[in-house]
Protein backbone atom coordinates (compact mmCIF):
# COMPACT_ATOMS: atom_id res chain seq x y z
CA UNK A 1 0.00 0.00 0.00
CA UNK A 2 1.01 3.53 -0.75
CA UNK A 3 0.50 7.14 0.47
CA UNK A 4 -0.64 9.59 -1.44
CA UNK A 5 2.53 11.40 -1.77
CA UNK A 6 4.23 7.40 -2.40
CA UNK A 7 1.29 7.64 -5.20
CA UNK A 8 1.62 10.77 -6.85
CA UNK A 9 5.34 9.36 -7.46
CA UNK A 10 4.19 5.85 -8.97
CA UNK A 11 1.92 7.59 -11.38
CA UNK A 12 3.31 9.97 -12.34
CA UNK A 13 0.78 12.65 -11.57
CA UNK A 14 0.96 15.71 -8.69
CA UNK A 15 -0.80 14.98 -5.15
CA UNK A 16 -3.30 17.09 -5.58
CA UNK A 17 -4.46 15.72 -8.73
CA UNK A 18 -4.31 11.89 -6.74
CA UNK A 19 -6.64 14.06 -3.74
CA UNK A 20 -8.58 15.63 -6.46
CA UNK A 21 -9.57 12.20 -8.10
CA UNK A 22 -10.11 10.71 -4.92
CA UNK A 23 -12.67 14.09 -3.75
CA UNK A 24 -14.57 13.05 -6.76
CA UNK A 25 -14.51 9.46 -6.76
CA UNK A 26 -12.58 8.52 -9.44
CA UNK A 27 -9.90 6.94 -6.95
CA UNK A 28 -11.42 4.73 -3.97
CA UNK A 29 -7.77 4.34 -1.62
CA UNK A 30 -8.18 2.62 1.18
CA UNK A 31 -7.82 4.12 4.61
CA UNK A 32 -5.17 3.20 7.59
CA UNK A 33 -7.02 2.67 10.47
CA UNK A 34 -4.41 3.96 12.60
CA UNK A 35 -4.35 7.50 11.09
CA UNK A 36 -6.95 7.85 8.18
CA UNK A 37 -4.32 8.75 5.78
CA UNK A 38 -5.52 7.20 2.31
CA UNK A 39 -3.82 3.91 1.07
CA UNK A 40 -2.86 2.89 -2.31
CA UNK A 41 -2.73 -0.31 -4.06
CA UNK A 42 -0.54 -1.54 -7.42
CA UNK A 43 -4.40 -1.64 -9.04
CA UNK A 44 -4.84 2.12 -8.01
CA UNK A 45 -1.58 2.37 -10.87
CA UNK A 46 -3.66 1.03 -13.63
CA UNK A 47 -6.77 2.76 -12.65
CA UNK A 48 -4.91 5.94 -12.47
CA UNK A 49 -3.40 5.10 -16.13
CA UNK A 50 -6.48 4.55 -17.18
CA UNK A 51 -8.15 7.57 -16.46
CA UNK A 52 -4.90 9.72 -17.97
CA UNK A 53 -5.36 7.81 -21.31
CA UNK A 54 -9.01 8.48 -21.20
CA UNK A 55 -8.15 12.05 -20.51
CA UNK A 56 -5.99 12.18 -23.56
CA UNK A 57 -8.56 11.10 -25.76
CA UNK A 58 -10.48 13.57 -24.75
CA UNK A 59 -12.97 12.68 -22.24
CA UNK A 60 -14.09 14.34 -19.64
CA UNK A 61 -13.73 13.49 -15.54
CA UNK A 62 -17.55 13.13 -15.56
CA UNK A 63 -17.37 10.69 -18.69
CA UNK A 64 -14.31 8.77 -17.22
CA UNK A 65 -16.63 8.21 -14.06
CA UNK A 66 -19.31 6.91 -16.10
CA UNK A 67 -17.04 4.71 -17.56
CA UNK A 68 -15.77 3.41 -14.75
CA UNK A 69 -19.32 2.96 -12.75
CA UNK A 70 -20.06 0.95 -16.39
CA UNK A 71 -17.42 -1.35 -15.93
CA UNK A 72 -17.38 -1.65 -12.01
CA UNK A 73 -21.44 -3.16 -12.82
CA UNK A 74 -19.77 -5.75 -14.97
CA UNK A 75 -21.06 -3.93 -18.58
CA UNK A 76 -19.41 -3.07 -21.35
CA UNK A 77 -18.93 0.30 -21.80
CA UNK A 78 -17.69 0.50 -25.39
CA UNK A 79 -20.64 1.48 -27.09
CA UNK A 80 -21.04 4.81 -24.82
CA UNK A 81 -17.01 5.26 -25.62
CA UNK A 82 -17.96 5.28 -29.28
CA UNK A 83 -20.74 7.33 -28.94
CA UNK A 84 -18.85 10.07 -26.95
CA UNK A 85 -15.80 9.67 -29.08
CA UNK A 86 -17.82 10.74 -32.17
CA UNK A 87 -20.31 13.18 -30.81
CA UNK A 88 -16.41 15.03 -29.68
CA UNK A 89 -15.41 14.66 -32.94
CA UNK A 90 -18.44 16.76 -34.16
CA UNK A 91 -18.03 18.83 -31.99
CA UNK A 92 -13.99 19.68 -32.45
CA UNK A 93 -14.84 19.54 -36.24
CA UNK A 94 -17.12 22.98 -35.54
CA UNK A 95 -15.07 25.07 -33.42
CA UNK A 96 -12.03 24.35 -36.18
CA UNK A 97 -14.76 25.50 -38.34
CA UNK A 98 -15.42 28.82 -36.08
CA UNK A 99 -11.04 28.80 -35.86
CA UNK A 100 -10.26 28.94 -39.58
CA UNK A 101 -13.08 31.59 -40.16
CA UNK A 102 -11.83 33.73 -37.27
CA UNK A 103 -8.20 32.92 -38.82
CA UNK A 104 -9.33 34.45 -42.17
CA UNK A 105 -10.90 37.31 -40.85
CA UNK A 106 -8.55 38.50 -38.96
CA UNK A 107 -5.38 37.83 -41.41
CA UNK A 108 -7.85 39.72 -43.53
CA UNK A 109 -8.12 42.78 -41.28
CA UNK A 110 -4.21 42.78 -40.65
CA UNK A 111 -3.40 43.18 -44.36
CA UNK A 112 -5.95 45.96 -44.68
CA UNK A 113 -4.85 47.62 -41.71
CA UNK A 114 -0.92 47.56 -42.37
CA UNK A 115 -2.12 50.15 -45.20
CA UNK A 116 -3.59 52.08 -42.79
CA UNK A 117 -1.34 55.03 -40.79
CA UNK A 118 -2.23 55.07 -36.72
CA UNK A 119 -4.12 57.96 -35.66
CA UNK A 120 -5.12 59.02 -32.08
CA UNK A 121 -8.64 58.48 -30.94
CA UNK A 122 -10.81 61.90 -31.49
CA UNK A 123 -13.88 62.40 -30.08
CA UNK A 124 -16.39 59.29 -30.07
CA UNK A 125 -13.97 57.16 -32.30
CA UNK A 126 -11.15 54.52 -29.94
CA UNK A 127 -9.36 53.10 -32.59
CA UNK A 128 -10.40 53.52 -36.12
CA UNK A 129 -8.27 50.10 -37.22
CA UNK A 130 -11.23 47.89 -35.45
CA UNK A 131 -13.71 50.80 -36.53
CA UNK A 132 -12.89 50.53 -40.11
CA UNK A 133 -13.36 46.52 -40.20
CA UNK A 134 -16.65 45.47 -41.27
CA UNK A 135 -18.49 43.81 -38.94
CA UNK A 136 -19.71 39.87 -40.27
CA UNK A 137 -21.39 37.14 -38.51
CA UNK A 138 -18.73 34.01 -36.96
CA UNK A 139 -20.26 31.63 -39.33
CA UNK A 140 -19.64 33.77 -42.31
Known amino acids: MMTVSEFS ?18 LNPARDPDNGYKLFSR ?6 HFIRQ ?17 CSHGQSPCARVRQILRQRIKENRGKLDELM ?3 KRMEHALASWERMPDHKPQGESRCHLIESTEVTPMNA
Request: negative net charge.
Open 101 to 103: TLQ
Open 9 to 26: MQGGVPSHVIRFYSRIGL
Open 43 to 48: SDISRL
Open 54 to 70: AQSLGYTLDEIGEILAT
